[in-house]
């Protein structure tokens, strides 16, 4: 016996076929970088600093950033960072705006990395950190004076410096 599509089906793919081409044309104008999530550390490192680029981080603020989210998923192979999309190990707010679609395992959720990094962009507003550091250690400081962070200072700050080393040669 032949299946026939029922009507709710023929609406959704006609949606979709109308909704698919108007959503990638608006990504293409807004020159917005899709990350796929790869965990090696040749591709992904350099398609977040990328991001945090985009998102209006100057380049020296943007490697920290990326050094941080590095030291906080394990070189970006933590199971959050799979799951949840989350590089930063960010808790769902209570307060600020937020892009997390939800929380698992005490950490938020979102939908790619790409509204991760906007979130933490949105973070970063929100408590009001400068745009430029002076060192990473300064950058450090400040986030766990703003509780960020829980591990002792001076193994967050080898933690964030050994990636930046990695990762840039510096």
């Not at 350099?46 to 209006?56: A, V, Y």
Request: charged fraction near 20%; glycine fraction near 6%; aromatic fraction near 14%.
């Amino acid at each position: 016996m032949k299946r026939t599509s029922t009507g709710g089906n023929t609406l959704l793919r006609g949606l979709v076929s109308l909704l698919l081409p108007l959503l990638l044309l608006w990504l293409l104008l807004k020159k917005v970088p899709l990350i796929k999530m790869s965990f090696t550390k040749n591709e992904i490192y350099k398609q977040i600093l990328d991001l945090l680029i985009f998102e209006g981080f100057t380049p020296l603020t943007a490697r920290i950033i990326l050094s941080q989210a590095a030291h906080e998923t394990g070189n970006f192979t933590s199971k959050i960072l799979r799951e949840n999309k989350n590089l930063f190990g960010m808790k769902l707010p209570e307060k600020r705006p937020t892009l997390a679609v939800g929380e698992k395992n005490g950490f938020a959720v979102f939908l790619n990395i790409n509204d991760c990094v906007a979130d933490y962009r949105l973070y970063y507003n929100y408590m009001g950190y400068p745009e430029s550091w002076n060192s990473i250690e300064t950058f450090v400081n400040a986030f766990k004076m703003k509780s960020y962070f829980e591990a002792p200072i001076a193994e967050y700050l080898q933690g964030v410096t050994h990636f930046h080393k990695l990762y840039f040669n510096v």
